[in-house]
Antibody, heavy 113, light 109 residues
C-alpha cells in the first residue's frame, strides 16, 4: 500500500523557519517526482514546489522562490521542504503528493505572532 | 506562470451527467500537460480521480472519466450520486511547473 506521511507542521512566528518532511512507503520512491502543495484556510489548492526523481531538477511557485527549498533523500524514501522567512500568507495545510496521485494527510503550518 | 481555469460552480441532478472543464491561458490543453483531476470534500484532503488525462486509480468510481475536449481537459461524471458533491480541482504541468485550477464546486441537487 502506498503511503505518504507528512510531519513538521507547527506554529511559527513571521520571519521564522520550519522544515517539513514526507515519508514515503509502498512504492519505489526513486522512480517518482514528488510535489509539495498547500491549501490556505478556505482556499483552493496551490502548487508549491516539486523535485525530479534524482533531485537534480527543482521547481517553485514564484511566491516561495528564494525562501523555500525542496530536497529528497532516496535512501531514506523522504522528501523535505525547508521554509525560511515565513510570512502570514504561508499559513496553510501542506501536502506532499506523488506516484501518479497519491497524497499524504497534510500537516498544518501556522505563521503568526 | 500560466493560469488554469475551471467553472466556479456546477449543478447536476442525481443520475444526471455533467462535464467539468480545465482550460489553459497558454492555449489548448494537450496530453503533454498531463492533466490530473482531484476531488476534495469538506474537511478532507484531496483524492486523485484521474491522472494523465484519462487514467483511473483503483478507487476511482467508474462513473468518472477524463478526456480532452475542445482544447480543454474534461472530467465527465455520468450518473451523479449525492456522494459526488464536492470540490473538484484540475492540475496541469508546464515544463516542470504545476498549476492548479481554482476548483469547481459541484452540487448534486
Amino acid at each position: 500500500e502506498v503511503q505518504l506521511v507528512e510531519s513538521g507542521g507547527d506554529l511559527v512566528q513571521p520571519g521564522g523557519s520550519l522544515r517539513l518532511s514526507c515519508a514515503a512507503s509502498g512504492f519505489t520512491f526513486s522512480t517518482s517526482w514528488m510535489t509539495w502543495v498547500r491549501q490556505a484556510p478556505g482556499k483552493g489548492l496551490e502548487w508549491v514546489a516539486n523535485i525530479n526523481k534524482d533531485g537534480s531538477e527543482k521547481y517553485y511557485v514564484d511566491s516561495v522562490k528564494g525562501r523555500f527549498t525542496i530536497s529528497r533523500d532516496n535512501a531514506k524514501n523522504s522528501v523535505s521542504l525547508q521554509m525560511n522567512s515565513l510570512r502570514g500568507e504561508d499559513t496553510a495545510v501542506y501536502y506532499c503528493w506523488g506516484y501518479w496521485g497519491h497524497w499524504g494527510q497534510g500537516t498544518l503550518v501556522t505563521v503568526s505572532s | 506562470q500560466a493560469v488554469v481555469t475551471q467553472e466556479p460552480s456546477l449543478t447536476v441532478s442525481p443520475g444526471g451527467t455533467v462535464t467539468l472543464t480545465c482550460g489553459s491561458s497558454t492555449g489548448a490543453v494537450t496530453s503533454g500537460h498531463y492533466p490530473y483531476w482531484f476531488q476534495q470534500k469538506p474537511g478532507q484532503g484531496p483524492r486523485t480521480l484521474i491522472y494523465e488525462t484519462n487514467n483511473k486509480h483503483s478507487w476511482t468510481p467508474a462513473r468518472f472519466s477524463g478526456s480532452l475536449l475542445g482544447g480543454k481537459a474534461a472530467l465527465t461524471l455520468s450518473g451523479a450520486q449525492p456522494d459526488d458533491e464536492a470540490e473538484y480541482y484540475c492540475l496541469l504541468f508546464y515544463n516542470g511547473d504545476e498549476v492548479f485550477g481554482g476548483g469547481t464546486k459541484l452540487t448534486v441537487l
